[in-house]
């Protein structure tokens, strides 16, 4: 492959990782749209913890949110998190996503308070959080590393903030669970350097 080649090539990947997560908040703002005019129907998608009938909500729990506020706290971190993360190829940005929800859905289900109901896709830009800090260092890329320095830099003191537990109305089990998925993603999903082929 020529230089020329590559480079469009990473290009590609920019313009569609930028693509994918403008989508990607775009569907959260219409959704919370679509909820506030029916008289927030959707939030029946968010998981209320060990009713065996809610597990099917594990997935659709990520893109629901509590009102404007709630959706727009995590647009910014989704978008830039997600982007990142993206970089690194889109099938495995799709695997690192699919166990981050899964898993913290289900953790959520376990352990989240009796008689409360939770949902948002701060799970997620907390597992993202998570992949990202670790994956660098996992792989051995220096710029990942770097990506993984920065993001703690902008964004270290509310993660920490996000899992305390003495925030009322807030998930700090979903947030926790979710920032430990992440990084069992960076180990389950890390790229192997190519095999060196030695004559002897």
């Known amino acids: 492959m020529s230089g020329a080649s590559a480079a469009w090539s990473r290009r590609d990947r920019v313009r569609f990782a930028a693509g994918l997560m403008a989508g990607w908040v775009a569907l959260l703002w219409l959704l919370e749209v679509a909820d506030v005019v029916s008289g927030h129907a959707l939030d029946g998608f968010g998981i209320v913890p060990r009713t065996p009938s ?5 997935l659709p729990s990520a893109f629901v949110h509590f009102g404007f506020a709630h959706v727009a706290a995590n647009s910014v971190p989704l978008l830039v998190l997600g982007f990142l993360a993206a970089l690194g190829g889109i099938r495995r940005f799709a695997a690192v996503c699919a166990l981050i929800v899964v898993a913290d859905g289900l953790g959520v289900w376990l ?3 009796a008689h ?3 949902a948002g896709a701060s799970g997620l830009v907390f597992g993202l959080f998570g992949f990202l800090l670790v ?3 996992v792989e051995r890329r220096p710029l990942g590393v770097l990506a993984g ?3 703690t830099a902008v964004w270290g003191g509310s993660i920490l903030a996000g899992l305390a537990p003495t925030q009322s109305g807030v998930s700090w089990q979903g947030h926790l669970i979710g920032m430990a998925a992440g990084v069992a993603a960076a180990f ?3 790229r192997r350097p190519a095999r060196r082929e030695l004559r002897a």
Do not use: I, K, Q, Y
């Open 188 to 190: 389950v999903f890390r």
């Open 135 to 137: 994956s660098g260092f």
């Open 111 to 113: 352990v989240a308070p």
């Open 116 to 118: 409360s109901n939770t």
């Open 149 to 151: 320095v920065l993001v």
């Open 54 to 58: 809610e597990l099917v909500d594990v």
